[in-house]
């Protein structure tokens, strides 16, 4: 094998590593020679010394030698990595799975440099093996100190290569690491790698949050983790609607996973009220925040409220007709019951929010009127109705 570095004939390294009956301690020995000369250009002298460390794994005998070859992978791999040699994807990828912590005798570290080169390398064609990896790794949670540890190593490795690979597929499984049983180090690791992974990742999280295998406070934080991305508003309104929908299509009666998906609903709700619609199924949902929570023993006010201000920005017609149904309900309820609390402060409510519309709808101003001159309400409920017309410019 010649192969030069800065001129210089590697012939004697390689002469040397290939040398029969060398054994795994002199071939570690050429390997840290040749990185201490911190040479470079030097692709296919590691590419060619990885295919001959793969070829020597079975002659592994004592715990020296493993020791040795564990040495040996590692400044491989490091030194493809440096290279970016690319022709060596498929031993990368061998080493990955020779030395994989499933196998208790393994470290990890290897593993890890080993996933770490295929993503320096470019090794797209590697990335769905490393997110099938990545995914077993975080479906297959340990309490075990030892195996957790030796893990996470290679867990590092896949992060690390899938944000440089990225590919859009990994996001998912790099999300779940994010959440997932890992050390907080990990989970950081995995959240910082996401944004660069893909910028807009909205088709993953709505997949996300609509498994219905992923419990909500993983669906909550998917969203939020929407939220945190440069995505355009576009798509964001787009997760949004996902996420109301999830958030009363949802059913559970664990009060955790309830408070959870409320989070959702009322986070996307804000959303929607910044960033518009961009699913008409939207105007249902809004409609079961407000339905919902008002025939509730214990209603949420603050979903209410926020429904109903959202409907008010939104100021479509659609918008519009969902307050003017939810007035029209609550003068019923005005004139044969029945009307408490909760009515009174709902009516509250919803009169501004249709005024704050600026609609020019005659429905609207007729029910608004009859309500400023109907002996059914108090002075004050009159007045309400009242302050609306004027802001509607009557």
């Known amino acids: 094998m010649a192969v030069f570095a800065q001129g210089m004939d590697m012939s004697y390294y390689s002469d040397e590593f290939n040398r029969t009956g060398a054994t795994f301690a002199q071939r570690l020995k050429v390997l840290e020679e040749v990185r201490d000369e911190k040479l470079t250009g030097i692709g296919e002298f590691y590419h060619e010394a990885l295919e001959v460390l793969l070829h020597k794994t079975p002659d592994i005998k004592t715990r020296d030698d493993r020791t040795a070859t564990d040495a040996s992978a590692r400044i491989v791999c490091q030194g493809l990595a440096a290279e970016k040699y690319e022709d060596a994807a498929p031993e990368l990828w061998r080493t990955v799975e020779y030395f994989d912590v499933a196998r208790s005798y393994n470290e990890g570290l290897v593993m890890q440099d080993a996933l770490v080169a295929l993503g320096q390398i470019g090794a797209v064609d590697f990335a769905p093996h490393i997110i099938s990896r990545l995914t077993d790794f975080n479906t297959h949670a340990t309490s075990d100190v030892e195996t957790k540890r030796r893990i996470q190593r290679a867990v590092v490795g896949a992060i690390n290569a899938l944000e440089t690979l990225k590919d859009p597929d990994g996001f998912t499984p790099v999300f779940f690491v994010s959440v997932g049983w890992y050390d907080p180090p990990i989970k950081s690791m995995a959240s910082v790698a996401l944004p660069n992974i ?116 939104l100021k479509t017609d659609e918008a519009v007709n969902l307050l003017l149904k939810f007035l029209r309900e609550l003068h019923t309820r005005r004139r044969s019951g029945p009307w408490g609390n909760k009515e009174r402060q709902v009516f509250t409510m919803v009169i501004p929010c249709l005024g704050a519309t600026k609609t020019q709808s005659q429905d609207v101003r007729m029910l608004l009127t009859t ?12 007045n309400i109705a009242g302050a609306a017309l004027r802001e509607l410019g009557q």
């Open 198 to 313: 893909v910028d807009d990742p909205a088709d993953m999280i709505i997949s996300i949050i609509r498994d219905y295998s992923v419990v909500p406070e993983i669906k909550y934080e998917a969203w939020r983790e929407m939220l945190r991305t440069s995505a355009p508003n576009t798509s964001k309104a787009k997760v949004a609607a996902v996420a109301l929908a999830t958030g009363w299509t949802y059913s559970t009666n664990n009060q955790t996973y309830q408070r959870y998906l409320r989070e959702m609903r009322m986070s996307a709700i804000d959303t929607i009220r910044m960033m518009g619609v961009e699913d008409d199924s939207v105007y249902a949902n809004l409609e079961k925040s407000y339905s919902n929570n008002f025939i509730n023993a214990i209603p949420n006010y603050d979903e209410i409220k926020k429904t109903l201000e959202t409907l008010s920005v």
């Open 371 to 382: 309500i400023q001159r109907s002996q059914d309400y108090t002075n004050a409920e009159q």
